[in-house]
């Protein structure tokens, strides 16, 4: 099975950036499916962006136009760069692949969750 690990929080001032990367690792995954979440303390967890298998990609409101999501060209690196960082930006960010492909292309649930990465922006 596929496992996915994300890196790159930190604490950062407000109007700052931060690039979150997602690795998948331990299983083949062609042409994934892949969402970024957050999760602040006490709330629950939500949408923040997603990318599909073709290369479409959506995001929530609160983060349209600050947020960009990517997947590199060997498809085993998801990012997040995050910029214009606010405090309510605050929250666990949690990557998931949600399907993969077969090298033949025959697409598969994975609905793969890593442990997370801190991001703290302050005022």
């Known amino acids: 099975q596929v496992t996915v690990a994300e890196s790159g929080g930190g604490s950062v001032q407000a109007g700052g950036s931060l690039r979150l990367s997602c690795a998948l690792s331990?299983?083949?995954?062609?042409?994934?499916?892949m969402t970024w979440y957050r999760q602040a303390p006490g709330k629950g967890r939500e949408f923040v962006s997603h990318i599909a298998n073709d290369g479409s990609t959506n995001y929530a409101d609160s983060v349209k136009g600050r947020f960009t999501i990517s997947l590199d060209n060997a498809k085993i690196m998801l990012y997040l760069q995050m910029n214009s960082l606010k405090p309510e930006d605050t929250a666990m960010y949690y990557c998931k692949i949600d399907r993969c492909r077969t090298y033949g292309g025959d697409p598969y649930l994975v609905d793969t969750w890593g442990q997370g990465t801190q991001v703290t922006v302050s005022s």
């Open positions: 331990g299983y083949t995954c062609y042409d994934p499916d």
